[in-house]
């Protein structure tokens, strides 16, 4: 497989003008950010299932579990057109490669959650709805990781998708190589760390299955594994847990930091629990820390270098 991550992307989000009223929604982060590592597949349903443009503007109506795609000046029914074109599309994305999306938020086709959805008799609007695409797209790849553009905007929603979005490849990387027992093993090991800080629960049920994996069970243990993978890889990483691994790595150099670099990573690890530094802080003295000992077990460790850091994820406080 590529060694270069797919993503794929609502279209608008690239700049491509190709909503209801002709315009994009072109998102910086995505494109100028992202886009420096990521190699994007794009798609727009409406313009994809023979929609113009520009076009009457949609939304979704009736049963919120089920509801019904209207155009809203003429009152047309696209909901059977949309359906077909996204069962066709979701299984052309299976051949792509895909390690999660970017879904374009409040759209009628494309929002992840909280689309509107009109009463049939009229009034109110529910904030309860899916886009019609984005709900076949998850019923398809329940696995992979999803968000919204806007919610990419928050720092802890982006760096959580983020980790996953890599977490993702990288699996399906060790997949797509052969995927053997060992290569299980050593997978589960160096993303002993990154899978603490989101969730100590799965990554001991993980350890279970991976210790129980055979050539004879390893379809089935592979399948399970990647669900609980990206089930607690979803739990966002609390400050709670990260000084818990900090602590956890600070204990590897008990027999090697001077007094003075004892006391200094104690104050900075004291300072990212109260707020006062970003993540990015006691992790760099980390990795000083682990170059200059020569720790070669935490050099493996995903949790040091999740993502490349010029996407500045762990520069929050």
Known sequence: MS???????????????????????????????????????????????????????????GD?????????????????????????????????GLCGFVFKSKSPSSGMERVKVYPAEGGQPGMTGVGMFAKAFM???????????????????????????????????????????????????????????????????????????RPGNLPDTADAYIALLMEGMHLRATTHRQVNVLQHIMGHFRKDLTPDEKQELLEVIADYRAGHLPLIVPVTLLKHYVRKYGKDYLAEQYYLSPHPIELQLRNHV
């Not at 795609?69 to 051949?95: K, Y």
């Not at 053997?180 to 589960?188: D, E, G, I, K, R």
Request: charged fraction near 25%.
């Open 3 to 61: 060694d270069r991550l797919r993503l794929g992307v609502s279209a608008c989000l690239l700049g491509q003008e190709v909503r209801y009223d002709g315009q994009h929604k072109l998102d910086r982060y995505v494109t100028d950010t992202l886009g420096r590592f990521v190699e994007f597949v794009a798609v727009c349903p409406e313009v994809e299932c023979g929609l113009s443009v520009p076009r009457e503007a949609m939304r979704l109506v």
């Open 64 to 96: 919120p579990d089920s509801p019904r795609l209207v155009t809203i000046r003429t009152g047309m029914d696209m909901t059977e057109r949309m359906q077909r074109w996204a069962g066709r599309r979701v299984n052309e994305l299976a051949g792509e």
């Open 139 to 213: 019923d398809r790849f329940p696995m992979l990781p999803v968000e919204e553009d806007g919610r990419l905007h928050d720092a802890g929603l982006r760096e959580n998708f983020v980790e996953r979005v890599f977490t993702m490849h990288r699996w399906q990387t060790t997949v797509a190589d052969g995927l053997t027992v060992q290569a299980l093993t050593t997978f589960h090991a160096r993303h002993k760390l990154l899978l603490m800080a989101h969730s100590p629960t799965h990554y001991a049920r993980m350890g279970r299955l991976a210790a129980g994996a």
